[in-house]
């Protein structure tokens, strides 16, 4: 392919070979704009790489495809961590990207020239790009919270990043800190993989979904309701999941008394179900209240929000992660105050012509179709950012 010359022959950097960053390299390179992809692992889809083992795509196989590749029908529905990675370096062969690995971007600002944006990079690299895609994914640094007594606490503590798989708990006691859908799911295959007791701690409580119902997926719903008003999926929602899903007030979940859509427009997506209804119903997964505290001991008590204390054997914290923009992008004054991109897609901060985000949203219509969107939308903008600036 004849690929266009940028500005100064300044080629679009896009930082992160994750899938929304795959994407967007492909989308400028499928109009002729070079591309070149910084990943500061040594292997792209690094994050993918490091998710524990049971982890499949919550989003259909369809839906979930990057554009200009389908994945393939033999890795089924749910798409497994493993096929997801075979699918992302399929994706750059296929595609001819150009990826450096081993280069880390540590700081993005304006070019001294006032063409572009100069990159500060590992190695002492300073790398000047007509345009930049910033896709270094949503789960990048893991949270943990401020608790109390944490620095001290003698029990074994992780992070669910670091977590793998079950058989290092088979015939312990584990608490999993954390409702979300990692949580969810670790605290499934805990129960699955032989540990002799789980508890799920529970701060607020999720909105749990069936991930398909009579072979419908529920992220068909997700791209349907989208468009509708917030109070309109809200009630239709909550109607679906009476039918749905179980009362579980007396193991400890009951409904959310505020609405799903709501709550994703709050950043927090539903639970998709994959196993914890069951598990929570026979009381294999036992719901307690949230962590307030640690008190150091071996294997050290965790105190609770209704005043009690546990003593569990391992603590696995599925508190999520942050995006961790601000040392690349912070000075820039284009996050909001939740360290969010202001401006997403093909969309720019009027500070910021030429930088563009990818994968920093969390919708119910599923991660890896927004991303694929995003990518056509940001290659549509950089060739018109690119031919003002000519």
């Keep these: 392919m004849h690929l266009t010359a940028t500005p100064a022959d300044r080629p679009v950097y896009v930082i992160g070979a994750g899938p929304g960053g795959l994407a967007a390299a ?67 062969e296929h595609h001819e990207l150009e990826i450096v690995t081993g280069v880390e971007v540590f700081r993005v600002e304006r070019a001294e020239d006032g063409d572009g944006w100069l990159l500060h990079a590992s190695g002492g690299r300073e790398l000047t790009g007509s345009a930049v895609v910033v896709a270094t994914g949503y789960n990048h640094t893991p949270r943990v919270p401020d608790w109390p007594g944490l620095a001290d606490y003698g029990g074994e503590f992780l992070h669910a990043g670091h977590y793998r798989d079950a058989e290092p708990y088979t015939g312990r006691d584990v608490l999993v800190v954390g409702a979300g859908n990692t949580g969810a799911e670790i605290a499934v295959d ?20 069936r991930r398909s119902t009579l072979g419908w997926p529920a992220q068909y719903s997700g791209v349907l309701v989208r468009r509708l008003p917030v109070r309109l999926v809200d009630r239709l929602c909550r109607m679906q999941a009476k039918v749905a899903v ?145």
């Excluded at 993989?193 to 909105?207: C, E, F, I, M």
Aim: net charge positive; no cysteine; proline share 5%.
């Design 26 to 92: 492909y989308a400028l390179r499928a109009r002729g704009i070079r591309a070149v992809v910084l990943e500061k692992a040594d292997r792209l889809g690094t994050s993918w790489r490091g998710h524990y083992d049971r982890l499949r795509l919550h989003t259909t196989r369809r839906l979930s495809a990057l554009p200009g590749l389908k994945i393939p029908r033999r890795f089924g529905r749910w798409v497994s961590r493993d096929n997801v990675v075979r699918y992302l370096e399929r994706y750059a």
């Design 246 to 390: 179980p009362d579980l007030s007396v193991q400890g979940l009951p409904r959310p008394d505020t609405g799903l859509y709501s709550r994703v427009l709050e950043g927090a997506v539903p639970v998709q179900d994959v196993g914890l209804i069951d598990a929570v119903r026979k009381g294999k997964v036992e719901v307690v209240a949230a962590v307030e505290s640690f008190e150091d001991g071996n294997p050290g008590k965790v105190v609770l929000a209704d005043g009690s204390r546990i003593e569990p054997d391992a603590v696995i914290a599925a508190t999520g992660y942050v995006r961790a923009l601000e040392g690349l992008v912070g000075h820039l004054g284009i996050l909001d105050d939740r360290g969010r991109p202001v401006a997403h897609g093909g969309r720019t901060s009027a500070e910021a012509p030429g930088l563009y985000f990818t994968g920093f949203t969390n919708p119910i219509s599923g991660m890896f179709r927004e991303m694929a969107l995003d990518a056509g939308r940001i290659a549509k903008a950089t060739a018109r950012h690119l031919r003002t600036r000519q």
């Design 190 to 209: 805990l129960v699955e993989g032989g540990a002799a007791r789980v508890r799920l701690a529970v701060r607020t409580v999720p909105h749990l979904v």
